[in-house]
């Protein structure tokens, strides 16, 4: 075997920094496959690595859940984050018979909800399944009242989940710029927050169906704006009275 290799690699180490192996010396091991250790985007075996990152976001901005929350499919992060913060909680779901649901209704056009209700809005991974997303984007807006939260995410580098997809679709990825774009045609730019989580080892983890847990706390956080795993977005409706409220 060729020592020049195990040299560079030494070297780059002893330097701190990147090393490139050359071709035929990448050692892809149990990565090997053309199928994915998990189709259950790792739920199977711990933490989703998307949902380590969803988590954290929705942890940063836990303040935010407070007073009545519209949480999309269940409540759970409302529950979580939320506490006795939360005076009420609403779940919204597409399809009828959810025992869960307290609101039935498509975002496209759920006209039934009536405006100025929320004080905050919890919208996870969810665009991704409605393909008029800008029609969703305008009635969040609408029900939230004025100076209400709405705390979203999309994903980015992503399986596509079968079960939503055979059920409403699955139409969308996102990247920050085009999550931006959406967020900026309904919420004045300078109230919206956007960030992107991930590189490339989460990434192709996170393809393969591995859990957070599988990796290392800073090789999760470690972040590569190339490879944008979920982009996180916080933005505000403004207050009457506000200079962009309209």
């Given amino acids: 075997m060729n020592p020049l290799p195990l040299r560079r690699w030494l070297w780059a180490k002893w330097k701190g920094i990147d090393y490139t192996p050359p071709v035929g010396w990448v050692q892809l091991g149990s990565l090997r ?36 929350v519209l949480e999309i499919a269940d409540n759970t992060y409302t529950r979580r984050f939320g506490g006795d913060r939360v005076i009420k909680s609403d779940v919204l779901h597409v399809m009828e018979g959810d025992s869960t649901a307290t609101i039935v209704g498509d975002l496209t056009c759920a006209h039934h909800i009536p405006s100025d209700t929320f004080d905050c809005v919890i919208l996870t991974q969810t665009l991704q399944f409605i393909y008029d997303v800008p029609a969703a984007l305008h009635t969040v807006r609408r029900v939230l009242k004025p100076g209400g939260v709405v705390l979203a ?4 580098i ?16 996102f990247t920050s710029l085009s999550a931006g774009r959406l967020f900026e045609a309904v919420f004045p730019a300078r109230r919206i927050s956007i960030d992107s989580h991930g590189n490339v080892l989460a990434a ?43």
Avoid at 35 to 57: A, H, K, Q
């Fill in 204 to 246: 192709s983890a996170f393809l393969y169906g591995m859990a957070a847990e599988e990796l290392q706390q800073s090789e999760l956080d470690a972040r590569d704006p190339d490879y944008q795993v979920v982009i996180t977005v916080r933005t505000v409706r403004p207050a009457s009275g506000d200079a962009d409220a309209s």
């Fill in 33 to 68: 496959r053309v199928t994915p250790i998990s189709r259950e985007f790792g739920y199977d075996r711990g933490l989703p690595i998307d949902r380590y990152y969803i988590e954290r976001f929705l942890s940063a901005n836990a303040l935010d859940i407070r007073g009545h």
């Fill in 158 to 173: 992503t399986p596509i989940s079968r079960y939503d997809l055979e059920r409403w679709g699955c139409y969308w990825a």
């Fill in 153 to 156: 995410t999309v994903p980015g």
